[in-house]
């Protein structure tokens, strides 16, 4: 298998999973070069806990990829990439001959499930989800979208014990002594919550919590420093929120409230609860028997990714936050959310099938259906679009030309239609009523 990765978040989902393979199986891993690679820190992190080290992972170019695929002839091809990113290497190694099973999926939480995740994927083999809900969802969105694809499910690879499994350690790299757990640690999304003020609201909780607890670390864990990319563009940075006097009130900060980064697994080896919107750490927390507070006082609606926590039992509010007060999952939500147990798992079954089928006859690349409008001109703004600098052809070039003016023309008649055409009030859905059953810590004694 060769897996091909993009963001952060992408190259860690890809090398989990390609680590869950049966051992026969080889894999190698490479990064496209494009404006949200990976550093070499990040790279390293994103490694973290799976099969591979950052000495085994090569960063190419996408005009590199049809010559690569064709010197390896892998079976399988795992596409851990955004979506836009996927249609552009499907595209990238189109007329290789006898092309590899092409794999894509999701390194997080696809609920709810959206018509361009299918869409952009449309041309894939085969799609790895990691609930059973989200395959419901995702087989009815195929079904409407006339879209025929093979969907797998798997268990988020890297859930740290995922249903009583251990996490496997990582090369080279020695067990270090347990820490006492000492810390409450928010994990930080790019764009949940995106407006400034909201996220000035997140610090000053943070910040009372902090206060609140003076014997525990409260650790703002983001993804990035300054200057790396990310899998989403963030407009607000927690680390430079935190040095406006205008946030911290001068610079008064509590000594026990801190930024880092690093990986998560080792963030929650310290937690005694982790607290977020909606990310994933989320579930990799309930993996770990580590209590979480998912943070409702934005609301809960799709654009927050925090609708499939409805009935879990794990929403509370700053109120929570401040005192303490965790959440425990219940049972009956995490059978049909990430927690099916191992031998639910069909992915690599169903990726061996696909490579069978292929040994028998070459595979034939399922034309594209969705998003025709512009021909090659569309492809070639695809493709500028993913890789921005890295991308050095002349039709990328004049794609960017004639699309950015049309675009800037576009998205001003939109928001002008928005503007005589307001949008239908968006409905926050409730927290369901039992959430406070499953509060599992009240304070710093209870935490302990």
Do not use: C
Not at 245 to 264: H, I, K, S
């Amino acid at each position: 298998m060769l897996v091909v990765g993009d963001s952060d978040s992408y190259v860690k989902w890809g090398a989990a999973l390609a680590s869950r393979l049966p051992a026969d199986w080889a894999v190698e891993i490479i990064v496209i070069a494009s404006p949200v690679q990976p550093s070499a820190r990040q790279l390293q992190h994103a490694l973290a806990g799976s099969a591979f080290t950052i000495g085994q992972v090569r960063v190419r170019r996408l005009s590199d990829l049809a010559r690569i695929v064709a010197e390896l002839r892998p079976d399988a091809m795992l596409l851990a990439l955004r979506g836009p990113m996927v249609r552009v290497v499907v595209r990238a190694i189109d007329g290789v001959p006898n092309r590899p099973v092409l794999v894509s999926g999701f390194p997080g939480i696809t609920i709810p499930a959206v018509d361009k995740a299918i869409v952009y994927r449309e041309q894939t083999d085969l799609i790895v989800l990691h609930s059973r809900r989200e395959v419901r969802d995702f087989t009815r969105n195929a079904e409407r979208l006339s879209v025929a694809i093979e969907l797998g499910l798997a268990t988020l690879p890297f859930l740290s014990r995922p249903m009583g499994e251990s996490a496997p350690t990582e090369p080279g790299r020695a067990a270090e002594p347990a820490t006492a757990p000492d810390s409450i640690v928010f994990a930080a999304q790019a764009i949940v919550p995106r407006q400034r003020e909201q996220r000035v609201a997140l610090l000053g909780w943070l910040l009372a919590t902090a206060r609140a607890h003076p014997g525990l670390r409260v650790v703002v864990k983001v993804r990035a420093r300054a200057g790396e990319a990310q899998t989403h563009a963030e407009a607000f940075d927690f680390a430079d929120l935190l040095a406006d006097p205008e946030v911290n009130r001068g610079g008064a900060l509590p000594g026990n409230l801190v930024v880092e980064d690093g990986p998560m697994t080792d963030h929650l080896s310290r937690a005694v609860a982790l607290v977020t919107i909606s990310s994933t750490a989320a579930l990799e927390a309930v993996a770990a028997d580590i209590p979480v507070l998912l943070l409702d006082d934005f609301g809960i609606e799709p654009k927050l990714i925090n609708t499939v926590f409805v009935d879990s039992g794990l929403f509370g509010d700053e109120r929570d936050l401040v005192a303490g007060a965790f959440r425990r999952p219940r049972a009956e939500w995490l059978a049909d959310n990430y927690f099916h147990g191992p031998e639910a798992d069909d992915w690599a079954q169903q990726v061996q099938r696909l490579v069978a089928r292929r040994d028998a006859a070459p595979l034939q690349l399922a034309p594209q259906r969705h998003n025709l409008r512009g021909g090659r001109m569309r492809r070639a703004w695809d493709r500028k679009r993913m890789l921005g600098s890295f991308d050095r052809t002349a039709s990328g070039y004049l794609a960017m030309v004639v699309a950015v003016p049309a675009l800037w023309v576009l998205r001003r008649a939109r928001r002008l239609v928005r503007m005589l055409v307001p949008e239908p009030a968006t409905v926050s859905l409730g927290r369901d009523s039992r959430s406070a059953e499953q509060t599992v810590a009240t304070g710093e004694s209870a935490l302990r």
